[in-house]
């Protein structure tokens, strides 16, 4: 029997697009945990958020779907 859910990981991107204080909301085990938070980790600088043309911090919710076999 597989593993098969959603893992749901909270973020803040910064001013300068790096990613900080990452934390699980929802979590299914079987090592998936783990794995969201290293994929979320290791992403890209992203694109920073924006209020009237002024760059701001922003909380990013993300959902990771697994089916794993």
């Not at 934390?23 to 209020?51: F, H, Y």
């Amino acid at each position: 029997m597989g593993i098969e859910g959603m893992v749901i990981v909270r973020f803040v991107v910064n001013t300068d697009g790096s990613i900080q204080d990452i934390e699980l909301v929802r979590t299914i085990g079987g090592g998936c945990d783990e794995l969201a938070m290293e994929v979320i980790q290791n992403s890209p600088n992203w694109n920073p958020g924006k209020i009237g043309g002024r760059t701001v911090r922003s909380r990013m919710t993300m959902p990771i779907r697994f089916r794993l076999n």
